[in-house]
């Protein structure tokens, strides 16, 4: 199976604020995972949650491309399936007086991990927006 999922989001607040969220690691514990993460091209982290039965929680990345605060791009391996790292791209635009966040995930999968990710990415986001939403800085 090949992963393609696509979200297209509009987020009221400017685009260096929803950046910020995408790449500061203590933002991203709280909409996505705890982290090691450094916006830095190359940069390899480690993502953590708790885990289930099927997945131990974490997720292996590398920062493969970086153009604050436009577009990151992450290689992305959760150890599921036999299939190798997948990719993980965040794309930002202004759009009035707030952004625009186009998230997209695709590469080699299995079933189980495709229903994982695509019923988790709309939670993540809609966790996103209400952190987003709450001022947290």
């Known amino acids: 199976m090949i992963l393609d999922l696509s979200y297209d989001e509009y987020f009221t607040q ?3 604020e929803v950046w910020r969220a995408l ?3 203590a933002m991203l514990a709280v909409w996505l ?3 090691d993460f450094e916006p830095k091209i ?3 982290f480690t993502m953590r949650c708790p885990g289930t039965a099927e997945w131990d929680g974490r997720v292996e990345g590398v920062v493969l491309e970086l153009d604050a605060p436009f577009r990151m791009v992450w290689s992305w391996s959760d150890g599921v399936g036999d299939g190798g790292p997948s990719r993980l791209s965040f ?3 202004s ?3 707030g952004t625009r966040l186009s998230l997209r995930h695709t590469g080699p999968s299995d079933d189980e991990q495709g ?3 695509g019923g988790g990415w709309p939670t993540k986001i809609e ?3 209400a952190t987003l939403g709450s001022g947290r800085r």
């Open 127 to 129: 966790t996103l927006r």
């Open 42 to 44: 190359g940069k390899r």
């Open 91 to 93: 794309e930002l635009r």
């Open 95 to 97: 759009e009035g007086s």
């Open 115 to 117: 229903r994982r990710l």
């Open 33 to 35: 995972m705890d982290s």
């Open 14 to 16: 400017p685009i260096e």
């Open 23 to 25: 790449t500061d690691p």
